[in-house]
């Protein structure tokens, strides 16, 4: 019995190779590839993309190290221009800061040297004033002969002659000069110092202006009521016509009227040569 069943079994397995052969032979017949030259094929294009990724990767590596050695070159070419460029900026800042300096010193020198020259000139004209005192006729006097030298102008006061207002103004313009102009408070006062004949009269600058209606100095400026007291205003306004300056006050009368009058012009400088 276990004869037979050997012998089955055998006859089975070889049935069932032959059987297995028979299949591998047909699918050869049929074009299917043998299993090993499926994986030959893969490998080898898995082999060939490596290779051309790893062709890839060096000629990268390459590219980059010579691009890197340009820059490299190219810094260090331009390294120099960069420190040239830095120290010209140094220098002119240094320039700039250097004229910013000599700018502020030649102001500070000019301021001082202004004020050195208004010193000089105030010393001079009070070293004139005191030669003046002692010869009238010295050289340093910035006036004409017969001019009264006060601050910085000059006075002429015709004494001895009379006229109406307009031709006192046209004598004072043939001496380069005009009828007199009071600015100030102190200028009155300089008049009223002046030792003048007592019962004296003298036109000013001062007129009335019928156009406009208001009184003006020779200059075209209108005169401050500061200079005036309330009696001299009172009488200016009755008469709207020249003024005249007598025994320290301001007053108005008819220009047709002759009397003295007074010119003023600006003193000329003094010289410090002139003061030996």
Known sequence: MSEEVTYATLTFQNSAEA???????NRRKRGYPAPSSIWRKVALSLLTLCLMLLIGLVTLVIMYLQTSNEINSDLEKFSPLQKTIHQ??????????????????????K???????????????????????????????????????HQNNCYYFATNEEKTWIDSRKDCMGKNSTLMNIDSLEEKDFLKSQPLPKYSFFWLGLSW????????????????????STKEL?????????????????????CSGEISWICEKTAALVKIEDLN
């Not at 059987?19 to 032979?25: D, H, I, M, T």
């Not at 209606?213 to 005169?223: Q, V």
């Open 234 to 254: 009172t009488q200016i306004d009755r008469f709207k016509g020249c003024a005249y300056f007598q025994k320290g006050n301001i007053y108005a009368s008819r």
């Open 111 to 149: 301021s001082q040297i202004s004020n050195l020259l208004k010193k000089q000139g105030q010393m001079a004209i009070k070293l004139c004033q005191e030669l003046i005192i002692h010869n009238s006729d010295h050289k340093c006097n910035p006036c004409p002969k017969m001019w009264q030298w």
């Open 209 to 228: 202006d019928p156009s406009r209606k208001i009184w003006l100095w020779e200059d075209g400026s209108t005169p401050s009521t500061s200079l005036f």
């Open 88 to 109: 010209q900026q140094d220098n002119t800042s240094q320039q700039l800061s250097n004229y910013k300096n000599f700018h502020l010193e030649e102001e500070f020198l």
């Open 19 to 25: 059987g297995n052969n028979r299949n591998q032979n």
